[in-house]
T-cell receptor, first 109, second 119 residues
Framework: TQLLEQSPQFLSIQEGENLTVYCNSS?????LQWYRQEPGEGPVLLVT?????EVKKLKRLTFQFGDARKDSSLHITAAQPGDTGLYLC?????????FGAGTTVTVRA | NAGVMQNPRHLVRRRGQEARLRCSPM?????VYWYRQLPEEGLKFMVY????????ESGMPKERFSAEFPKEGPSILRIQQVVRGDSAAYFC?????????????????FGSGTQLSVL
């Protein structure tokens, strides 16, 4: 069983549409990170959220950390084909990261 | 500034052979973490090392797996007598040192991984 549950597992949308990926857990984390992974490559850190209720924006990406620090969401506005990839959330306790299984996002041109 | 370097990128072994995976952290990083990724399961923590020290190996199988990070040279993840279930992508990450001697896990940089295939 995964400590962090991501939904949906797969998401396919048309260019220009919006999408939201969810990351939920029954555990509290000191911080939560979002990564993006391309096939055959390692994950690349997008953002770290630390404070409950925190919202961070990275261009068209908006990340939110739940008030209780158990869940998070990633919202992409006006998705582009370049946003295609595997998005992973990871909850941190000390130095250990617990990863979700990931959401595969496909943006069609 | 070179990133985290892992080699080989692909490793094929027959059952019973040994696999050695290498990881050179980013310059200035003294903390190394190994993760294993199976399809549709996400990455699983295996071990956390500092130079010449294993800090936490709670994610490592008790048998056949070992890791080291010597004073000089790369970190090595060693799997003895490999079995088909060891087939996976193995990722190494490094981080700079933080307060209290722990790594700054919020600033992890991952390598491109080693895909291990056991025949």
């Amino acid at each position: 069983t995964q400590l962090l549950e991501q939904s949906p597992q797969f998401l396919s949308i048309q260019e220009g549409e919006n999408l939201t990926v969810y990351c939920n857990s029954s555990s509290v984390f000191s911080s939560l990170q979002w990564y993006r992974q391309e096939p055959g490559e390692g994950p690349v850190l997008l953002v770290t959220v630390v404070t409950g209720g925190e919202v961070k924006k990275l261009k068209r990406l908006t990340f939110q950390f739940g008030d209780a620090r158990k869940d998070s969401s990633l919202h992409i506005t006006a998705a582009q084909p370049g946003d295609t990839g595997l998005y992973l959330c990871a909850g941190a306790r000390d130095y250990k990261l617990s990863f979700g299984a990931g959401t595969t996002v496909t943006v069609r041109a | 500034n070179a990133g985290v370097m892992q080699n080989p990128r692909h490793l094929v072994r027959r059952r019973g052979q040994e696999a050695r995976l290498r990881c050179s952290p980013m310059k200035g990083h003294s903390h190394v973490y190994w993760y294993r990724q199976l399809p549709e399961e996400g990455l699983k923590f295996m071990v956390y090392l500092q130079k010449e020290n294993i800090i936490d190996e709670s994610g490592m199988p008790k048998e056949r797996f070992s890791a080291e990070f010597p004073k000089e040279g790369p970190s090595i993840l060693r799997i003895q007598q490999v079995v088909r279930g060891d087939s996976a992508a193995y990722f190494c990450a490094s981080s700079p040192p933080g307060l209290g001697g722990q790594g700054r896990y919020e600033k992890l940089f991952f390598g491109s991984g080693t895909q291990l295939s056991v025949l």
